[in-house]
């Protein structure tokens, strides 16, 4: 059983950093490109950030480019995202996601992603 969890989401301060982790399991871990996507209440899910099976490729929203940076430990089958000069903009539920090497669409698709976390909740006060 495929299982994403992500952690690392909390409440900060306007011009704060995070570090949002997701660790993966019940799967090759280096065999998938791995997402970062989220999502405000009343708004539809955002992507935010990518990077390839075997890190030769990220790729990042401009709403969070200079800002976030996306990579991954293949050993420990974990994927990050560390988020500097937090806006309250930023303020959402982020889920980690997991597609096979194989899919050749979009990162940005939703729809690419064969797995999906539950989310963590990353609130920045103005």
């Known amino acids: 059983q495929v299982q994403l969890v992500e952690s690392g989401g909390e409440l900060v301060q306007a011009g704060g950093s995070l570090r949002l982790s997701c660790a993966a399991s019940g799967l090759t871990f280096s065999n998938y490109d791995m997402g970062w996507f989220r999502q405000a209440p009343g708004k539809e899910r955002e992507f935010v950030a990518a990077?390839?099976?075997?890190?030769?490729?990220?790729l990042n929203a401009d709403s969070v480019k200079g800002r976030f940076t996306i990579s991954r430990d293949n050993a420990k089958n974990t994927v990050y995202l560390e988020m500097n000069s937090l806006k309250p903009e930023d303020t959402a539920v982020y889920s980690c996601?997991?597609?096979?090497?194989?899919?050749?669409?979009?990162?940005?698709?939703?729809?690419?992603?064969?797995?999906w976390g539950q989310g963590t909740q990353v609130t920045v006060s103005s």
């Open positions: 996601a997991a597609r096979r090497r194989s899919a050749s669409s979009s990162y940005t698709l939703p729809q690419s992603y064969n797995y």
């Open positions: 990077i390839s099976w075997n890190v030769g490729r990220t």
